[in-house]
């Protein structure tokens, strides 16, 4: 073989073997991928059917109902509520009335099942996206009060 044809071949096995890198990068990107919804994006149905993603909020107050290692919550942004099953331990500053973050799918009956829930660490901390969710709500409620 001439070494301009092996120049050639060394060429295409290089890009073939980047355009597979490339392949399993961008795939293993995808399927790490977990979108933030808030309760109210939720409801709307804009939260994917079958898909891992997370939904963030404040605890209901009176909702956390605790049975063994399985607890259940209501998850607002005071404007619309999701349900939370979750099974674990939850973190030392989880509390009613607090900042959550709740990663997992919704199941059958329409209630988030979460495989991980964190809280705010300090008074003064909220998770940005549940922050904005909050801020959102809070602008449609007023909005509403307006229109009326």
Do not use: C
């Not at 597979?20 to 790490?32: C, D, R, T």
């Not at 607890?71 to 999701?82: I, L, P, R, S």
């Not at 997992?104 to 964190?118: P, T």
Request: charged fraction near 20%.
């Amino acid at each position: 073989m001439k070494p301009r044809h092996q120049r050639w071949l060394g060429i295409g096995l290089g890009l073939l073997l980047l355009s597979g890198a490339v392949y399993f990068v961008l795939n293993a990107f995808q399927s790490n991928l977990v979108f933030f919804f808030t309760p109210t994006q939720v409801a709307a149905g804009e939260a994917p059917k079958d898909g891992h993603f997370r939904v963030g909020g404040l605890v209901k107050v009176g909702s956390v109902q605790r049975q063994d290692m399985v607890v259940e919550f209501v998850v607002t942004d005071t404007h619309q509520e999701v349900p939370v099953r979750y099974t674990g331990l939850l973190p030392d500053l989880f509390k009613e009335g607090k900042g959550v973050v709740a990663q997992g799918r919704m199941d059958a009956s329409q209630r988030f099942v979460a495989n991980e829930v964190l809280a705010k660490h300090d008074e003064n901390y909220m998770p940005p996206e549940a922050q904005h969710a909050l801020d959102e709500a809070a602008r449609a409620r007023i909005e509403k009060a307006v229109t009326r």
